[in-house]
């Protein structure tokens, strides 16, 4: 094992119970203030991304977790001599509904310094946008659900995932013409039979 990061270099991975994570953040950040943990406990992060899909002819946007089941804490756990940090270990392990830290029973092991910044590079990607529930490949057959096309049925020739934009063929007067709808104007067609 290499050098121990630095305290606030010090990322790990904390095993909780389904659908606990927000509860558990939540519970951490309080008991932060309260327990004076603030010089060891620096950030609780639950990642989450906005989510777009069509319910009953309506766009909707929610929020869904990367790594349900996870927490991700940035917190001064091992010293220089890594060694753990009783006060910081039992803040985490004595917190409802956490299981574990992830991928050691009883020595932690911090993320990597690039897995730490390719993590938060993606939550950052994941701030800017919301993307489609639903995925959509080229060949799809699709019909339109809203705009000038509605009710038209298509076949998918591109997906652009950056604008979140489908090309699709829809025939209009006989023609077979692209045009570019976002992926909420379309839903995937029945399956002839």
Request: overall charge negative.
């Amino acid at each position: 094992m290499g050098a121990i990061p630095a305290p606030r270099d010090q990322w790990y991975v904390i095993h909780v119970r389904a659908g606990l994570e927000n509860k558990v953040r939540d519970s951490m950040i309080r008991r932060i203030q309260t327990e004076e943990m603030a010089d060891y406990i620096f950030a609780v992060l639950v990642p989450t991304e906005r989510v777009s899909e069509v319910k009953k002819g309506k766009k909707t946007e929610s929020n869904r977790k990367f790594f349900p089941g996870y927490v991700i804490m940035n917190c001064h756990l091992l010293d220089e001599h890594n060694r753990l940090i009783d006060k910081t270990w039992y803040f985490v392990r004595e917190t409802d509904g956490v299981l574990n830290f992830a991928g050691a029973k009883d020595h932690p092991i911090p993320l990597r310094p690039r897995d730490v910044e390719g993590l938060l590079a993606q939550l950052r990607d994941k701030e800017e946008g919301a993307v489609p529930k639903i995925a959509f490949n080229v060949g799809d057959n699709v019909r339109v659900t809203d705009g000038p096309f509605e009710s038209q049925s298509g076949i998918i020739e591109e997906i652009d995932p950056e604008r979140g934009v489908l090309r699709v063929s829809v025939n209009i007067f006989g023609r077979s013409t692209p045009v570019d709808l976002e992926y909420w104007q379309v839903e995937k067609a029945e399956e002839a039979t």
